[in-house]
């Protein structure tokens, strides 16, 4: 019976910050004995195709283009990876895929793509210049303008596609940059707090890493609102997270109006919420570049029969729990602000100042659900 080949691991590695990025594969490159690196170049899709490479540490292995899929310059780069990574496992001679992603594709994505094929995924890593953290994050621009759109179709702006790259992944790869001060590193650490950063000059560290095991069910759950573990409170060099909770619900058309003032409070924020005239619906909150997005995530554990529990999966069960509330169960207001300058009592002010007042509360719940409907366009109702 013939061996089979050695087992091939895939780390992902993405970043907008393209340098960094680079730097990061090169030194996984030079670190891990037997290791590729796959990059597909979607700034060619305008053309119609996809450029894919493939290197070592020595150089350029392979080149060739993918057409496009759809007119989807994501879905071509999927078309083509997961054959290329197999044709990489088949033949045995390589350790360590380094999935090198285009600016603004996300990783969890690729990763939920490549672990689906049964590929292992060891590890994601978002690559970081400190000193681009918060011109990024405070970027409102879309994609398309910034010429870094996978598609015609994409709305993307560049602060909300660096906040889900950057929180996704539980490895930053951190370059040196002198340029980057202590308000830089501070905000780098309340953005994501669990992550391990891992300065690129060390690439025994990185290589480790990069071999540690990534757990793809275990991430999704961490970036779901209803059982993401949000940062804690903080105040750093200048940088501030704010953590605030509430278990009374919002007024529909006053947080509606004051939406502008708490979205520019801070350079990200994100959490969950529930409005008076939608109180079985759990709420997700992910603002940052000055712009928010407000999505159903669908009912409140509380406003389901018992029976349906059991398809609950246990972290979100364990995540209600820590919010659950007597008479409103886990149906809360969860919502964190980071950023340099923070206001606390400013925003505290306007967020209390839309919560139902006592009147408002004691009329009971169908009195609630006849409230305005202000957020029907934001949630395209």
């Known amino acids: 019976m013939a061996a089979e080949p050695p087992k091939l691991f895939v780390a992902i590695v993405g970043g907008l910050h393209s340098d960094a990025r680079k730097a990061a594969v090169d030194r996984l490159l030079a670190s891990v004995p037997d290791s590729v690196a796959l990059h597909h170049d979607l700034a060619t899709a305008v053309q119609g195709t996809v450029t894919r490479t493939v290197r070592d540490h020595t150089g350029l292995l392979s080149s060739g283009d993918a057409p496009l899929v759809n007119d989807c310059a994501c879905c071509a780069l999927r078309e083509d990876l997961v054959p290329e990574l197999e044709r990489l496992a088949d033949s045995g001679l390589t350790r360590l895929a380094v999935v090198e992603l285009w600016d603004s594709v996300e990783p969890k994505a690729m990763a939920e793509v490549v672990a689906a094929s049964g590929l292992t995924v060891s590890s994601v890593i978002t690559a970081v210049d400190p000193a681009l953290l918060l011109p990024y994050l405070a970027n409102g621009d879309d994609l398309i303008e910034a010429g870094l759109a996978a598609a015609t179709t994409d709305q993307r702006t560049v602060a909300d596609t660096w906040a889900r790259q950057l929180e996704y992944a539980p490895v930053l790869a951190v370059i040196e940059n002198d340029e980057a001060d202590a308000e830089d590193r501070a905000l780098l650490a309340q953005l994501h707090p669990t992550a391990r950063q891992i300065p690129v000059e060390r690439g025994a560290d990185l290589a480790a890493a990069a071999l540690a095991g990534f757990d793809v069910e275990a991430a999704a759950a961490a970036q779901h609102p209803a059982c993401a573990l949000l940062p804690q409170e903080a105040d750093d060099a200048g940088v501030g997270t704010y953590v605030w909770h509430a278990h009374r619900p919002f007024h529909p058309e006053r947080l509606y109006q004051a939406l502008e003032d708490l979205t520019c409070a801070a350079a990200r924020s994100r959490g969950r919420f529930w409005l ?67 206001d606390r009592d400013g925003l505290s002010q306007v967020l209390e100042s839309c919560l139902l007042t006592d009147a408002e509360y004691a009329a009971g719940r169908d009195a609630w659900k006849r409230l305005p409907p202000a957020f029907d366009t934001l949630l395209e109702v």
């Open 276 to 342: 008076a005239d939608r109180p079985d619906t759990l709420l997700a909150w992910d603002a940052a570049g000055g712009a928010l997005c407000v999505e159903n995530a669908g009912p409140w554990l509380a406003s389901l029969p018992d029976a349906a529990w059991e398809m609950v999966p246990p972290v979100r069960r364990a995540a209600a729990a820590l919010d659950w509330h007597p008479e409103h169960g886990d149906c809360c207001q969860h919502l964190v602000f980071t950023s340099p300058g923070l």
